[in-house]
C-alpha cells in the first residue's frame, strides 16, 4: 500500500505510523513544511516528499519554491490550486498556482492539486498548458467533471481519502472513473476513515480506504492493491 498525501512534519512521532506501508507521500504546503519533507524523507526510507505552497499559504516567497523543487528527493510539486471558501484572494491564489504550474513542466514533475469550491476554475486553468501529469487530491468534483479531467493535456488520477469510507456519493463517482486512475490517500492528520473517525488520522490507514475501493470495485484486497500501487507507481515514478 502507498498512501500518496500525509502530512507529517508536526505530527511524526516513530515509524510506527508507516509501519506496513511501501511509501507515504509527503505533501507540502508552505516552503518550511517542504523543507521539513525533505528532511523526514533523508531520516524515513519509506517518506517520499513533495514540495509546494498550499493556496492558504500565499504569504510565503513563491521565489524560493524553485530550489527545493530541483532537489532530486522531491518527486512532486503541490499541494497547489485553489481554495474559494471565505475571504480569500483569488487573483494571489491563480498566481502562485500558475507558477508551481509552470515548474511542473520546468521540471517535469507531477503535481498534486488542491482544489476545494473551485474544482471548475482549476480545469479552466489547466486546459491551457499541456506535458503535464498530476492528481486531484481528495477529488470532490462528481461525476460531471471527470470526463473534462481525463480530457485534460497529460496524465490525470483522482485522490480518495478516508471521507469515501462515510460519504455514499463518493461511492458512485468511484465507480465511474477508470480504475487505472485512482488513488489511495489519507490526508492525514484530517479525514480519519471509519472506524476511527473523529480522531487523528494516520498513514497506515490508508488500508480502510483501499478496503473500500475494493468493496466498491468488487473486487480482492489483493488485486485492489496491486492496481492502485501501480497508478501510484506510474505517475510519481516511484
Avoid at 513533495?50 to 510565503?60: A, K, L, M, T, Y
Avoid at 491564489?93 to 521540471?107: D, G, M, S, T, W
Wanted: proline share 4%.
Amino acid at each position: 500500500m502507498i498512501d500518496t498525501h500525509a502530512h507529517l512534519d508536526s505530527t511524526f512521532c516513530d515509524i510506527s505510523r508507516v509501519v506496513g506501508l511501501k511509501a507515504v507521500i509527503l505533501a507540502g504546503s508552505n516552503i518550511e513544511n517542504s523543507k521539513n519533507n525533505l528532511l523526514l524523507a533523508k531520516k524515513y526510507s519509506q517518506i517520499l516528499p513533495v514540495v509546494g505552497i498550499h493556496p492558504q499559504e500565499i504569504n510565503d516567497d513563491i521565489n524560493l519554491l524553485e530550489e527545493l523543487v530541483k532537489n532530486p528527493d522531491s518527486i512532486a510539486i503541490g499541494e497547489c490550486g485553489l481554495e474559494f471558501v471565505g475571504e480569500v484572494d483569488k487573483e494571489r491564489q491563480e498566481i502562485y498556482f500558475r507558477k508551481q504550474v509552470e515548474l511542473a513542466q520546468k521540471y517535469r514533475k507531477p503535481l498534486i492539486i488542491h482544489a476545494r469550491k473551485a474544482v471548475d476554475e482549476v480545469i479552466e486553468i489547466m486546459a491551457e498548458y499541456k506535458n503535464l501529469s498530476g492528481v486531484f487530491h481528495c477529488y470532490s468534483g462528481g461525476k460531471k467533471r471527470i470526463k473534462k479531467i481525463l480530457d485534460l493535456l497529460g496524465e490525470w488520477y483522482f485522490g480518495f481519502d478516508g471521507n469515501l469510507t462515510y460519504e455514499v456519493g463518493l461511492e458512485e463517482v468511484v465507480k465511474i472513473i477508470p480504475r487505472e486512475r485512482i488513488l489511495a490517500e489519507t490526508d492525514s492528520p484530517l479525514l480519519t476513515p471509519e472506524p476511527f473517525r473523529g480522531q487523528e488520522n494516520r498513514p497506515v490507514y490508508v488500508k480502510y480506504v483501499y478496503q473500500k475501493i475494493a468493496d466498491i470495485w468488487g473486487e480482492s484486497f489483493e488485486k485492489t492493491e496491486e492496481i492502485i500501487d501501480a497508478n501510484a507507481k506510474r505517475l510519481f515514478k516511484i
